[in-house]
């Protein structure tokens, strides 16, 4: 019910926009979370947001460089990513749930991540 695509290979510094395509109850959620993981390291959010409030939750290493959006009529959550840096690559995977929170147990929906590598 959520698929993400977007990845890709980047310079550092940077842009990469990620899509997230949904579908059903997933779309509905309340919460939407992007999380990465590096190889060898732990799931980690990367910006969560609760649509009702606008609320949001954020890795303090992006922010104010990533942002997230959605497109209602296309049912898409989107994840901008600009001034790339190394540390940013790893596994994208968007999340869909009740609780913002930056534990990814709590999300009930996944897809299936799509690979951002970031070169120096």
């Known amino acids: 019910q959520l698929q993400a695509s977007g990845g890709g290979l980047v310079q550092a510094g940077g842009s990469l926009r990620l899509t997230c395509a949904a579908s059903g109850r997933s779309f509905s959620s309340d919460v939407m979370g992007w999380f990465r993981q590096a190889p060898g390291k732990e799931r980690e959010l990367v910006v969560g947001?609760?649509?009702?409030?606008?609320?949001?939750l954020y890795a303090d290493s992006v922010k104010g460089r990533f942002t997230v959006s959605r497109d209602n009529a296309k049912n898409t959550v989107y994840l901008q990513m600009n001034s790339l840096k190394p540390e940013d690559t790893a596994v994208y995977y968007c999340a869909a749930g009740d609780r913002l929170t930056r534990y990814s147990g709590s999300y009930d929906y996944w897809g299936q991540g799509t690979q951002v590598t970031v070169s120096s």
């Open positions: 947001i609760r649509w009702s409030r606008g609320s949001t």
